[in-house]
């Protein structure tokens, strides 16, 4: 198993640009989340899904779209990149619900100029 | 005011010694809590779930108040591989997972 896979590892945008974050997970787990991580922060929550056609707000979820069409794929969607999103993105997944140990892809360093 | 806070340190603390984290929650009605650690830049692993009768993992040990509404790890013996970042993690009831702030341990010789 890849486990939880996400893609670009490193990117670099000007502000007003839109891209999507890409997570993917092959264990079948049904809850998948996705956390940004900035300095004396932690982790906090922007979107999570606890299972396919569902998805709810976390945290932070202001800037930031997403869409659970298959058990597998949770993508984040930036809809116009600001400066203040530059951070490192997590995506997570876990067997059922967050009560359940979290398995954490290895993120995405995001910078907007 | 965060929903789950923690000290971030950076507790700098000899190898052998023993140091304890505290975390605090406000929602009463959280119902699964645990704890995570991170090494640098990289993605955090669960460390351990603390359960409401307190848990022991080797030099780990966890507990839980629910009266006071806070979470404890306590690391006996530390090791120069516990240097890393500690994140208490709390559930609750709508579904979210929300994580503190994490706390820096750095174990020196």
């Known amino acids: 198993n890849a486990g939880v896979t996400q893609t670009p590892k490193f990117q670099v945008l000007k502000t007003g640009q839109s891209m999507t974050l890409q997570c993917a997970q092959d264990?079948?787990?049904?809850?998948m989340s996705w956390y940004r991580q900035d300095p004396g922060m932690g982790l906090r929550l922007i979107h999570y899904?606890?299972?396919?056609?569902?998805?709810d707000q976390g945290e932070v979820p202001n800037g930031y779209n997403v869409s659970r069409s298959t058990t597998e794929d949770f993508p984040l969607r930036l809809l116009s990149a600001a400066p203040s999103q530059t951070s490192v993105y997590f995506c997570?997944?876990?067997?059922?619900?967050?009560?359940?140990?979290?398995?954490f892809g290895p993120g995405t360093r995001l910078t907007v100029l | 005011r965060k929903e789950v806070e923690q000290d971030p340190g950076p507790f700098n603390v000899p190898e052998g010694a023993t140091v304890a984290f505290n975390c605090t929650y406000s929602?009463?009605?959280?119902?699964?809590f645990f704890w995570y650690r991170q090494d640098c830049r990289k993605e955090p692993k669960l460390l351990m779930s603390?359960?409401?009768s307190g848990n022991e993992d080797g030099r780990f040990t966890a507990q839980l108040n629910r009266a006071s509404q806070y979470i404890s790890l306590l690391i006996r013996d530390s090791k120069l591989s516990d240097s890393a970042t500690y994140l208490c993690?709390?559930?609750?009831?709508?579904?979210?997972?929300?994580f503190g702030q994490g706390t820096e341990l750095s174990v020196k010789p």
């Open positions: 993690a709390v559930y609750n009831q709508g579904g979210k997972l929300i």
């Open positions: 264990m079948n787990h049904e809850y």
């Open positions: 899904s606890v299972g396919a056609g569902i998805t």
């Open positions: 603390v359960y409401s």
């Open positions: 929602n009463s009605a959280s119902q699964s």
């Open positions: 997570a997944s876990s067997y059922r619900t967050g009560r359940s140990e979290q398995f």
